[in-house]
């Protein structure tokens, strides 16, 4: 019995070994992933956008801001004139927080006052909404312990937190518009990957080889339906968060089906490839497993895409699970206007349609 099971060790071995696509599998994916995710999965805060409103005039006002400056979490300024200005960066998610330093802030120090601070939060990104508030309260206390005089107790300035769109900093508000672009990714690119897999072992692709069917015909028929289940699916799953999860829909019901539908159709098409280069269903669901981990690192679900090195970032731009997340939070909290759904949808576009006509023209070639 051993020499029989030791036999079937080595035949599997070999089989690994010897095989281009299962030896490709083996070695190449672990060392991109490792790569990928050595930068992007940190639960690290860095590169953070800060807005700056600074109406004080004195020195404690302008050393603060030279304290934010220099601090390195903080890597990307915006000096603001008002309140507008900041409603109009946190909108558009070009900052994570806002800092006002109202008039009387020096002032009120040289007296022996407290200062007050006002801190402005975007509460769709909570995790790390409440890093970047320790991060600042931390800044905050450090500088009021250097001006405090010898023996005198520091008294650290009030920091008044407000936390747009998610005044609770509720978790779940930022999980579940997350989990209605992943889960629905993840649903619609394995049954397309699996729909040809499942045919060859079963072996009734070749009947639709020699049925009447065109190439693009039977195409379309493995598309259509993937995107039916696919949207199906992230509908489900916005209505399980909105009624039974009481998650706050403030946004357009029209323009989220629009954006399930179309980053749907990009998840097909790369669903679309991978059915046509696997041979059986376990190459399918390696080469599935494969896209969905980076995918959803690189999205801004796991960590925030801005703590990732430029390089990286700009390698999100194609990854089609982070604009979708974009999108489906503005939505779901902050009642996205249509500009901004549109500046995030048409990547979605180029995506979709670039996935879709190269896995199209790929799977006619293996067809014919």
């Known amino acids: 019995m051993i020499h029989r099971i030791a ?13 281009p696509k299962s030896r490709a599998l083996l070695i190449f994916p672990p060392i991109l992933q490792l790569l990928v995710f ?45 309140q507008g200005e900041i409603a109009e960066k946190i909108d558009t998610q070009n900052v994570l927080a806002a800092v006002h330093i109202p008039q009387d802030f020096s002032r009120r120090i040289d007296a ?17 909404a409440q890093i970047v508030s320790g991060y ?3 800044l905050v206390l450090q500088y009021s312990r250097e001006i405090a005089g010898p023996g005198e107790l520091a008294s650290m300035p ?15 508000w930022f999980t579940v518009p997350s989990l209605v672009g992943v889960l629905s990714m993840i649903l619609a690119l394995v049954v397309t990957a699996l729909s040809v897999a499942r045919e060859r072992e079963l072996g009734t692709f070749d009947q639709l080889l020699v049925s009447p069917f065109s190439p693009y015909e039977i195409l379309a028929g493995k598309t259509i339906p993937a995107v039916f289940i696919g949207v199906v699916e992230g509908l489900t799953i916005w209505a399980v968060g909105v009624l039974v999860f009481a998650v706050p829909f403030t946004g357009s019901f029209p323009l989220l089906l629009f954006t399930i539908v179309l980053f749907i159709m990009s998840i097909v098409g790369v669903g679309l490839f991978i059915s046509a280069i696997a041979k059986t269903q376990q190459q399918a669901i390696l080469g599935a497993f494969i896209f969905l981990v980076p995918a959803v690192n690189l999205s801004g679900y796991a960590a925030p895409v801005e703590n990732m090195p ?24 902050k009642d996205m206007p249509f500009i901004d759904v549109w500046a995030n949808t048409w990547p979605l576009l180029i995506i979709g349609a670039s996935t879709l006509i190269l896995s199209g023209w790929f799977f006619s070639r293996r067809l014919e």
Request: aromatic share 12%.
């Open 136 to 138: 600042i309260s931390q």
């Open 38 to 82: 050595s930068f992007a999965a940190t639960l690290e805060v860095k590169n953070v956008a800060l807005a700056v409103y600074n109406e004080d005039n004195g020195r404690h006002g302008y050393e603060l801001v030279q304290r934010l400056a220099g601090s390195p979490t903080f890597t990307d300024f915006h000096f603001v004139q008002g």
């Open 310 to 333: 430029d390089w990286l970032q700009a390698v999100t731009w194609f990854n089609p699970l982070k604009h979708a997340l974009i999108i489906l939070k503005g939505l779901f909290l």
């Open 158 to 172: 009030v920091i008044e937190e407000r936390h747009w769109f998610n005044e609770n900093l509720l978790y779940i």
């Open 112 to 128: 022996g006052e407290q200062g007050q601070l006002q801190v402005i939060l975007d509460g769709r990104r909570s995790n790390a």
């Open 7 to 19: 036999a079937l060790i080595i035949k599997e071995l070999l089989i690994m070994v010897r095989d």
